[in-house]
Nanobody, 126 residues
């Protein structure tokens, strides 16, 4: 099993930056695909980004491409989401998740992820 704890959320003005971290427990962290999702009030949880077990492949949703970057440090059991040029529509609770799915074609599906963190709030003011 993997336990995930997100941190780094907060309140930021539009155009600003935040870096989210997700710390994982367990010695098998490096074998998991890691993903970031977000959920705004009244909306469904949506895919943001994912990264392969090695960090060699990443996949970002079109809505964040060019602004957000997902990375990982397997030595620290941590995955990151660097968020730049933030917009009010990025306001949401952000979740990290762990998956055994290797195929990148399935990384954007919530059903691919077995383990989830508790989420961290990101609020972008206009």
């Amino acid at each position: 099993q993997v336990q995930l704890v997100e941190s780094g959320g907060g309140l930021v003005q539009a155009g600003g930056s935040l870096r989210l971290s997700c710390a994982a427990s367990g010695r098998t962290f490096s074998s998991y695909t890691m993903g970031w999702f977000r959920q705004a009030p009244g909306k469904e949880r949506e895919f943001v980004a994912a990264i392969s077990w090695s960090g060699g492949s990443t996949y970002h949703a079109d809505s964040v491409k060019g602004r957000f970057t997902c990375s990982r440090d397997n030595a620290k059991n941590t995955v990151y989401l660097q968020m730049n040029s933030l917009k009010p529509e990025d306001t949401a609770v952000y979740y990290c998740a762990a998956s055994n799915v290797v195929s990148s074609s399935r990384w954007s599906s919530l059903k691919s992820y077995a383990y989830w963190g508790q989420g961290t709030q990101v609020t972008v003011s206009s």
